[in-house]
């Protein structure tokens, strides 16, 4: 049915398209970020691989995506360094072009301490990594998204921004405060085409957890809290980030998408009780 002058086609699917975007995932040498890199370029995005400690996979996956009729390049630093964040910004500039899709993916759990037990550095390192990483890049990719009048920063959060987890009250604070931040710089940029928003991941099967889903015993207790019979892909998460960055989420802003399986949904009344 024509409509405002234009025929529409009906049936022939909605695609995400990120034709012409430049976007950075930070640590996509591995896990989730690797995954969330190889759905932005699948949708067209022109890709910057961020990689940390470990250059090897992340070249690996730039030579996959050139080849396959993508465009990627790596760029290693350390999120945790200023310095370091605005030189991965300014080597993008020159090799791929100012950004207009910022993941801000990498982060670390850290030791499992108890608080005054605890070694102050630890806590430290967990949110110089996890909050003022994120604020590092975000700082970088909203002034050269300001001159574009557009742009999306997605901040990867974790379930753990609403749950407390005994042991880990840095990784807990961290996830907390970058929500925050998310409301926070959303409602800052929301005039000049800016969207942020935070994906919060659930149990997602990644080197991160491994210690826990490469145990019989932890793993079964960890299937005891997700509403859904299983642990999440990479690709649940990926899937959502494409969907966030891409304009069919163009009226959607500081607020977080919890792609956790049912983890929030207090697993343990499912059958009553
Ligand atoms: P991962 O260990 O595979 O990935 C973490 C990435 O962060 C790595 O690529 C690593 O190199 C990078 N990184 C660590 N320190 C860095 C630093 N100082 N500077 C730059 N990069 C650094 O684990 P993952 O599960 O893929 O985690 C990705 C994100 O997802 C993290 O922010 C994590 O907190 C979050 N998350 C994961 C889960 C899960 O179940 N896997 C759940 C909730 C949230």
Redesign the pocket.
Known sequence: MPTDGKIETYGSGIAIDLKGKVALV????????MEIAKYLAKAGAKVAIH????KQPADALADDINKNGGKAAVFG????KLNEVTSIFNSIDSQLGPIDILVN?????GKRELCGDDNPADWERVIS??LL?PYYCSREAVKRMKKKGSGVIVN????HEFLPWSGYTAYCSAKAGLSMFTKTLAQEVSDFGIRVVSLA????K????KDVWGNPETYKDLLTKIAMPRM?ETSDVAKAVAFLVSDMSSYVTGTTLVVDGGMLLYPAFKHGG
């Open positions: 930070t640590g996509s040498s591995s896990g989730l970020g990689y940390h400690s470990e630093g350390d999120v945790s993916n990498a982060g670390i759990d990594i996890n990483g990867i959060t974790s379930v991941p659930g149990a997602i990644t080197p991160i957890n999440g």
